[in-house]
C-alpha cells in the first residue's frame, strides 16, 4: 500500500507540471519555435558617424585672412639727436644712428586696399610694410592719421582677397562673445583670442568696448570680431596690473566710430570735430565750483538751491568760457548749468562731449540750460577743435 500510495504521489504531482507545461506552448508558441525556423539574424556592418566639427572654426577661416601685421620704421636719426631714446633701435654702430621700428596689426576694409590701425602704430614711420597672412609682403602708403582716436587709413597698391567692411551702426551687447585677431610682436604669427564684451563705454571721442579676449604689444590695430564674423571693433589698447602679473584689460574701439573716422580721413585726410568752446571743471561738485569761482557764500547757496531743483545727478555747471568762441558768441555764461544737448539729458562732461564728437564744425546744436530758475534753449552752431 505504502509503495501505491508513493506511485500516485508522483503520478498527480507529474500532471500538473504537464498541465503548466501545454499552457506556456498554447500561449506563449513563440518562445518554443525551434531555432531553425527563426531568420537568421545578421550582422549589420558599422557605419562610422560623419564628423561635426564644433567651434568657429569655419567663420575664422574666412575672416582672419582680412587682418594683417604692420611693421613701421622711422627714418634714421642722429645718435646725439632728441628722437634716439631707449625704445629707439640703434643701427650699426658705424651708421651713427638710431631708427624706430614698431610692430602692430590693421584690417583691410575694402575692397581697394584700404586699411585701418592705430595711430600710435604709424608713429614716426616713413616706411610701412604690410605683411598678409600668407607671408606675402606690400609697401603701403598713409592716407591720413587722427591722433585723438589713435586711428590711422593707409593704402596698399593691391586688391585684398579678403577684407572685413565697417559697419554703420553698432548692435554689440556686454555678453557677446568676440574674437580678437592680430599679430603680436613676439615671434609669433598672426594669432586668435576669444572672450566677451565686458563693457561699453565713451571716452575722449570714441567708444570704447571692454572684453577679456586677451591682447599684447602688436595686437594694436586688429580686429575684434563676433561670432558671425562681423567687424566689431579695431582693438586698441591693453593695461597690464600693477603688480605685474598676467592681468590684461582689453579695449577696442566701436566699429562704427572708425567708420566715421574712416569717412572723414578720406575726405579731408583729417578729422574735423565740432567745438562747443567750454573750459573748466564742468561738474555738479559744488565745493570745487566754490573754489573755482570764488563764490560768496551766498552765491554759493544760490547754486546749491538750483542745483536741488533738477534730478539727482543730472546737468553740468559751466565754469569757463573761452572767449569768442560759440557758447561765447552764443550768450552763455558760466554758472548756467547745461541740462540737455539735442533732447538727450546731460549728466557729466563725458556725456557733453559724446553728444557732440561726431559733429563737423558749422553742425548746430541745441542746448537747454538753466539761468537762476529758469530754464532756456538756445541754439549753437559749433566751431572747429583744433
Known amino acids: ?86 625704445r629707439l633701435q640703434a643701427l650699426p654702430p658705424e651708421t651713427n644712428a638710431c631708427a624706430f621700428l614698431n610692430n602692430g596689426s590693421g584690417v583691410f576694409i575694402d575692397d581697394s586696399g584700404h586699411l585701418v590701425t592705430n595711430a600710435h602704430v604709424l608713429d614716426k614711420a616713413s616706411t610701412i610694410i604690410v605683411e598678409l597672412k600668407s607671408g606675402q609682403q606690400l609697401k603701403a602708403e598713409i592716407v591720413g592719421v587722427d591722433v585723438d582716436s589713435d586711428i590711422a587709413l593707409i593704402k596698399v597698391d593691391a586688391e585684398p582677397s579678403h577684407y572685413l567692411p565697417l559697419p554703420e551702426g553698432d548692435s554689440s551687447q556686454v555678453g557677446d562673445w568676440v574674437f580678437a585677431i592680430g599679430t603680436p610682436n613676439m615671434a609669433f604669427n598672426q594669432t586668435v583670442t576669444q572672450g566677451i564684451i565686458s563693457s561699453k563705454f ?118 569757463g568760457i573761452n572767449t569768442e568762441g560759440p557758447a561765447d558768441q552764443a550768450g552763455l555764461k558760466p554758472l548756467d548749468i547745461i541740462t540737455k544737448v539735442n533732447g538727450e539729458p546731460i549728466y557729466n562732461s563725458i556725456d557733453l562731449i559724446s553728444a557732440i564728437w561726431n559733429l563737423p564744425p558749422q553742425s548746430s546744436v541745441d542746448i537747454e540750460f538753466m539761468r537762476g530758475d529758469e530754464m532756456l534753449n538756445q541754439e549753437i552752431t559749433l566751431g572747429q577743435r583744433s
Open 1 to 86: 500500500m505504502k509503495l501505491l500510495e508513493f506511485l500516485g504521489f508522483i503520478v498527480k504531482y507529474l500532471l500538473i507540471g504537464l498541465g503548466i507545461a501545454a499552457l506556456f506552448i498554447v500561449f506563449m508558441p513563440d518562445r518554443f519555435s525551434s531555432q531553425e525556423k527563426q531568420s537568421p539574424q545578421k550582422t549589420q556592418p558599422m557605419v562610422e558617424s560623419p564628423k561635426v566639427q564644433h567651434g568657429f572654426a569655419n567663420m575664422l577661416a574666412n575672416v582672419t585672412p582680412a587682418v594683417v601685421g604692420i611693421k613701421a620704421r622711422s627714418q634714421a636719426f642722429p645718435l646725439n639727436s632728441e628722437a634716439c631714446s631707449s
Open 202 to 319: 565713451f571716452s575722449r571721442v570714441s567708444h570704447y568696448i571692454q572684453t577679456d579676449a586677451a591682447l599684447r604689444p602688436g595686437n594694436s590695430g586688429g580686429a575684434l570680431v563676433n561670432a558671425e564674423g562681423e567687424l566689431v571693433g579695431i582693438t586698441s589698447l591693453s593695461t597690464q596690473s600693477e603688480q605685474g602679473d598676467k592681468l590684461y584689460q582689453s579695449y577696442a574701439i566701436v566699429a562704427n566710430n572708425v567708420a566715421h573716422v574712416v569717412e572723414q580721413l578720406k575726405e579731408h585726410g583729417q578729422v574735423r570735430r565740432g567745438w562747443l568752446g567750454l573750459d573748466g571743471d564742468m561738474t555738479i561738485n559744488l565745493d570745487s565750483i566754490s573754489l573755482e569761482l570764488a563764490l560768496t557764500p551766498e552765491q554759493k547757496q544760490q547754486l546749491q538751491s538750483r542745483i536741488g531743483q533738477l534730478p539727482y545727478g543730472k546737468g553740468i555747471v559751466i565754469t
